[in-house]
Each structure stands twice: as C-alpha cells, then as structure tokens.
C-alpha cells in the first residue's frame, strides 16, 4: 500500500514542535498507530545531527529504550526551554501594530506570542484587549473603543473593515481627476528638474488655472 505525503529529515534551525506536529499527520493520515514504528519513523527522519543528541542525553540508556512521545519531549525540552511566564506575558502585553502591518498579521502575531503565557480560558479576552490598545492607529481604536459589547471576532472585523476603508480612500484620493497633474506640473515648474518645458506649455496650465466658465 504506497503511503501517503512526504517525509523530509529534520534540519538544524527548524522548528522541532512543527516538525513533530507535521509527523503526527502523516502517521494519521497512513493509520500508524503502533508506538514502535513511530519511534522507527521518528529515528529515521530525525537526522543525524538529532540522533546524536538523543544518544548523548540519554546515555547510557539508547533511543530505542524510550517511547516516541517521551524522544519528542526529550528533544522539544533541549531546543525550546520552556520560558518564564512573566517575560512571555512582558512580550505579549508590549507588543504593538506596525503602521502599515495587516490586522490579520498583527492578531496572528499575538496568539504565537501568547503560546506560553497560559492564559487558558481567557485567552479570547486577552487577545481582543491586546488588539485594541495595540492597535496603533487612533481612528479605528476610537472606534472600537466606542463599541458597549467587543468581542474578539467584532473586534477583528470592524479593525479589518476600518483598515481596508481608509485604504481604499486613499486609493481613491490619489487618483482623483486634477490632483495627478499638480505634482507632475510643479516638479516640471522646479528649479532642480532636468524635464524641459516650453514656455507654450507652462502658460497653457496657468491659464487652464485661472479660466471660468462663461456660464
């Protein structure tokens, strides 16, 4: 029976965790359930820079005498040291919106930063507070702050709709009729500018300027 996806070996600098969870799927989606070849798998895909590690931090006991969650753990717990919950939470509440950055990339920025601050049952709250006082933007923080009831996903929605809308203006602001010309008509007026202009062409926008209609 061919199996299904691809199992690429774990490299230095990639994230265990993500490469654990990715495992995982993979022995879902071909029904390996038995503990022994998942710690088979897990050996051979990890790479050898990993199995030297777990050699190393079990010796004198070997990889094989343990169970696939228990290498897992053993591996998870030498590359990401669990860390304090006080700095995570320091982290999670001073962090703050770029200027130009995507709601949805700020709120997805919060929830990896609220991974180990373990907030459990209020994390929804946490984030939605987090998003309006981090927010960095006035307009659409008067907005939210206006709303009697905010929940987590209002919140997402009016901050995404007020984003979008105040794009969309200034889209629409710069390609107003009349307002393209006036930069171009004053870098070719400019003293540093090397476009020449006749003379024919600069008195016809200044008389433009100053034309009304006869009606």
């Given at each position: 029976?061919a ?16 490469f ?5 799927q ?5 029904d ?24 190393n931090?079990l010796?004198?006991a070997?990889?094989?005498d343990k169970?696939?969650?228990e290498?897992?753990t053993l591996?998870?717990?030498h590359h990401q ?12 509440h001073?962090s703050?919106?770029?200027?130009e ?5 700020y ?20 984030l939605?507070?987090?998003?309006v ?6 307009r ?15 919140a997402?929605?009016?901050a995404?709709?007020s984003?979008?809308?105040a ?6 602001t710069?390609?107003?009729?009349g307002?393209l010309?006036?930069?171009n008509?004053?870098?070719m ?21 100053k ?5």
């Amino acid at each position: 029976m061919a199996t299904l996806g691809i199992l690429k070996e774990f490299q230095e600098g990639e994230n265990w965790t993500e490469f654990t969870e990715r495992l995982e799927q993979y022995f879902l989606a071909n029904d390996i359930e038995d503990n022994g070849k998942k710690r088979a798998i897990l050996l051979t895909v990890c790479g050898s820079a990993t199995y030297s590690l777990m050699k190393n931090l079990l010796a004198p006991a070997k990889p094989t005498d343990k169970s696939f969650s228990e290498l897992v753990t053993l591996v998870k717990n030498h590359h990401q040291p669990k860390a304090s919950i006080i700095v995570s939470r320091f982290k999670f509440h001073t962090s703050t919106r770029e200027p130009e950055q995507l709601i949805s990339d700020y709120l997805a920025q919060l929830r990896k930063l609220a991974e180990p601050c373990e907030f459990g049952n209020s994390l929804e709250e946490m984030l939605r507070d987090r998003l309006v006082i981090g927010i960095n933007n006035d307009r659409i923080q008067r907005r939210l702050l206006s709303e009697s009831e905010l929940h987590l996903q209002r919140a997402v929605e009016i901050a995404q709709a007020s984003f979008t809308a105040a794009l969309d203006f200034q889209t629409i602001t710069n390609n107003k009729p009349g307002q393209l010309d006036r930069p171009n008509l004053q870098k070719m007026e400019g003293k540093d500018t090397n476009v020449t202009v006749s003379d024919k062409t600069k008195k016809y926008y200044k008389s433009a300027r100053k034309s009304e209609c006869y009606r």
